[in-house]
């Protein structure tokens, strides 16, 4: 069932998803916005560089277990063109990971929902997943 091919595109998909996230929370784009939300700035990015690289593992593997599960839905479901690759993510994406991070955005935040910051910090999180799975989609297309 699960071939060499099947794993290198795992891994591919995993790389690209990672890769997404790094430019994502980068001060290119959202890590100012990111820590300003949470309450933090660079200084406290800085006190916790010793931590940074078992966060990146930790994400790391969790980006890996994601691009399985989705390599294995795109198995059994076997489209046979990119757009039907992309629908079929960007639906899991959209029904379990936007609409989580919702939940959170409702329930969880630290202030009220309807709070600036709280929307802030749903818009970032769900815009990197959109992305993640985006990017994870071109490479299990490409290493098919």
């Known amino acids: 069932m699960f071939t060499t091919q099947f794993f290198l595109s795992v891994l591919g998909a995993t790389v690209a998803g990672y890769a997404v996230g790094a430019i994502w929370y980068s001060p290119l784009l959202f890590m100012n916005a990111y820590l300003k939300v949470l309450g933090k700035d660079t200084t406290d990015h800085e006190a916790n560089k010793k931590e940074f690289a078992r966060v990146m593992i ?20 076997s489209p046979s063109t990119f757009l039907g690759y992309f629908y079929i993510v960007l639906f899991i994406c959209f029904s379990f990971v936007v609409t989580t991070k919702f ?11 309807w709070e600036r910051s709280a929307q802030i910090l749903f818009l970032i999180n769900s815009g990197y997943y959109i992305f993640s799975f985006g990017a994870m989609t071109v490479a299990f297309w490409f290493l098919r």
């Open 58 to 77: 930790y994400g790391f593997l969790n980006t890996g277990a994601t691009a399985f599960a989705l390599a294995v839905i795109l198995m059994l479901l």
């Open 103 to 113: 939940s959170d955005l409702i329930y969880a935040s630290a202030g009220h929902h």
